[in-house]
């Protein structure tokens, strides 16, 4: 099985690498926004202001690791399900030798190989352009990138269960809207979490997102102790197991009822 999603990654990942142009917008992309982010914080900062605890050195690099990190979040898979299911391409997939789920998994981590190209070239040349901090330790960075390791499965099958909506709507465009904006907001992507209002963080702290980006980031900081890292990773353990539930009981009851228009 392990073997049949590393194939279909590593085909969906030479695809995406196929087109290296565009790869160099994407991170041109990402840069500029990036520069935008350090000169708004700049001004902030040369105005006197404090951003509860963080000097400007970490604000900036906890931006370049937010948009550096922003494909594990805005990327997916949602759009690839929503057109098989329409056309019927679904009907092929599900007669493939690997299940449905292990199949746009394999896909996810494909297209998960070229964001982390985008990534770190994003974050080496702003590193080389604004500076950034270190991660705390060796440990901390290694917390760091379990924890995200974790957050790209919550992503998945949370995306699983957006893409699956296809079976009861011609379009998923306005859903898939809906989840980028939930995503941007309750993940840390678009500010901190602890620059919310209290309603917010109490919301962002029952949700899974904030263990995407803000929590690990936090992580990277040395924000959190052993024992707070290890009740995130329950957490996340906890999140995947429910979420692989409800979209397995959406898809089980799904497919009973599919309906492949013109065809």
């Known amino acids: ?9 590593k085909q969906d ?3 995406g690498l196929y087109y290296r142009f565009d790869l160099f917008l ?5 840069i500029v926004e990036i520069t935008v982010y350090v000169f708004i914080w700049l001004a902030i900062y040369n105005n006197g202001n404090q951003i509860l605890n963080m000097s400007f050195e970490q604000i900036t690099t906890y931006y370049i690791l937010v948009v550096s990190l922003s494909p594990i979040v805005n990327w997916g898979i949602n759009e690839l399900m929503g057109i098989s299911i329409r056309e019927g391409e679904i ?20 297209e998960l190989i070229e964001s982390l190209i985008v990534g ?3 974050f080496g040349v702003c590193a080389l352009l604004f500076g950034v901090l270190l991660p705390k330790g060796i440990i901390n960075f290694a917390f ?5 390791c974790l957050s790209i499965v919550i992503i998945y099958f949370f995306e699983l269960i957006i893409g699956m909506t296809a079976f009861y709507t011609n379009s998923i465009w306005g859903i898939e809207i809906l989840k980028r904006a939930i995503l941007s907001v309750f993940s840390g992507m678009i500010a901190p979490i602890s620059l919310f209002p209290e309603t917010l963080q109490k919301i962002a ?20 102790s052993n024992i707070e890292i290890l009740q ?12 692989y539930i409800i979209a397995k009981l959406i898809f089980n009851k799904a497919i009973k009822k599919i309906t492949i228009n013109g065809g």
């Open 120 to 122: 770190i070239v994003t």
């Open 144 to 148: 760091f990138i379990l924890v995200i």
């Open 232 to 243: 995130v990773l329950l957490r996340q353990g906890i999140w995947i197991i429910l979420l």
């Open 91 to 110: 009907l092929r997939e599900l007669l493939n030798p690997i299940s449905y789920f292990s199949y746009y998994f394999g896909i996810r981590i494909g």
């Open 205 to 224: 702290n029952i949700l899974p997102f904030k263990d995407c980006i803000y929590t690990p980031i936090n992580i990277y900081f040395g924000e959190l």
């Open 13 to 15: 990942a030479r695809e």
């Open 1 to 9: 099985m392990i073997n049949k999603i590393w194939s279909i990654a």
């Open 26 to 30: 994407y991170i041109f992309n990402f």
